[in-house]
């Protein structure tokens, strides 16, 4: 069945090593015995540190729960010291990797072309990109989604112009809601994501969906309802008992989609 519903979590760097693996366990065994999980109608994925990709995906082998990579690099072999090819994430086992955060934009000075070309290099690994999109300063609905669009079409127009197919997902994080300590308004997240599908979903060659991330935690699903195709969860996921959460408002999601087919 296809996927209703995607929720993402980023470790960013916040844990250890071994709170990673606690984490994951954690989460493995709420993940492996809830009912929204059982049906194949949420998608769920997790980016943990590098180092600690080989575990996690160990520790959600037999669930639902996908693991990848908070990034990676364009080339897929050579010398290019401290980079992580696309290849080798797909070789471990990893389905999905996130491309372009704000983090890496403001941090790391990562340009609009590095990002195209890394949402290239994914999709020729048969990787799925986590697209990060959004704008830096607070506008209007209608100057995000211009802003967001013209982003979404920067990342992947190479990979399209070059006929590789493959799903992708948009992840809309408005950057001044990232890190907050609350997310963006339900009204305006709800305009914003549903402007981005009208614009990047269908027509494209694989599956395009518009996910919600900033400050997204317990809650904010219940208040979206059907106007996201999901959330990318940072802090606010940390605990296993939100996480938990947030899964039981999935169930509450696609119990209320299946009442209305
Ligand atoms: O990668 C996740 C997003 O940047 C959101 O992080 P946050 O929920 O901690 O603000």
């Not at 080798?88 to 403001?106: D, N």
Request: net charge negative.
């Amino acid at each position: 069945m296809k996927p209703q519903l995607t929720l993402g979590v980023s470790l960013k760097m916040y844990f250890g090593y071994q709170q990673t693996l606690e984490w994951s366990r954690q989460i493995a065994e709420i993940v492996g015995h809830h009912p929204a999980t059982q049906q194949g109608q949420v998608e769920l994925f997790v980016f943990p540190s590098l180092p600690a990709i080989a575990p996690t995906l160990e520790a959600f082998r037999g669930t639902v729960m996908k693991v990848g990579a908070q990034n990676m690099f364009w080339e897929d072999a050579g010398a290019y010291t401290g980079e992580v090819s696309g290849a080798m994430l797909h070789e471990m086992g990893c389905g999905y990797v996130e491309i372009g955060h704000a983090e890496r934009r403001r941090y790391f000075a990562e340009t609009d072309k590095q990002i195209a070309d890394k949402t290239t290099a994914a999709l020729r690994n048969q990787l799925i990109p986590v697209i990060c999109i959004g704008e830096a300063e607070r506008c209007s609905a209608a100057q995000a989604i211009e802003q967001a669009v013209e982003q979404a079409h920067q990342a992947l127009g190479p990979a399209e112009k070059q006929g590789l197919s493959g799903d992708a997902i948009l992840a809309y994080e408005p950057q001044w809601a990232i890190g907050a300590k609350e997310p963006a308004s339900a009204d305006f997240i709800g305009e914003v994501c549903q402007g981005l599908a009208q614009r990047l979903v269908g027509g494209a060659s694989g599956e395009r969906r518009v996910i919600y991330g900033g400050s997204a935690g317990p809650g904010l699903l219940s208040q979206l309802g059907s106007r996201t195709g999901g959330l990318f969860l940072g802090r606010f996921s940390h605990q296993p008992a939100a996480y938990k959460a947030i899964l039981d408002e999935a169930l509450i999601f696609l119990n209320n989609q299946a009442d209305r087919s």
